[in-house]
Nanobody, 121 residues
Framework: QVELVQSGGGSVQSGGSLRLSCAAS?????MAWFRQGPGKEQEGVAA???????IYAGSLRDRFTISRDNAKNTLYLQMTSLKPEDTAMYYC??????????????????WGQGTQVTVSS
């Protein structure tokens, strides 16, 4: 059974920083972060390949950084200058298929349990 275990969520003041982690039980070629805020549709945040190639949602590129530690099968999302509109449930996702990183949810087979990020003003 493949498991993706997330950690690092919580509450932070506007302008603050937070780092999310996602530990996979085995190696995955593509890993990504998605989020869904209250009353909003799910959106892709960022994705990364095993090689380190990354893509970001255009509106988040300046503030968020995705990275991974392949030795630990772990994915990270460093978030800075957080805003109230970043409040959402954040999910990590992964897939074994050797294809380019993307922000399409259907391309990812495995999903973490989600972690809440709340940014207050």
């Amino acid at each position: 059974q493949v498991e993706l275990v997330q950690s690092g969520g919580g509450s932070v003041q506007s302008g603050g920083s937070l780092r999310l982690s996602c530990a996979a039980s085995e190696s995955m070629y593509k890993m990504a972060w998605f989020r869904q805020g209250p009353g909003k549709e799910q959106e892709g945040v960022a994705a990364i390949e095993y090689t380190g190639r990354t893509i970001y949602a255009g509106s988040l590129r300046d503030r968020f950084t995705i990275s991974r530690d392949n030795a630990k099968n772990t994915l990270y999302l460093q978030m800075t200058s957080l805003k109230p509109e970043d409040t959402a449930m954040y999910y990590c996702a992964a897939d074994r298929v050797w294809s380019k990183a993307n922000l399409q949810a259907y391309e990812y087979t495995y999903w973490g349990q989600g972690t809440q990020v709340t940014v207050s003003s």
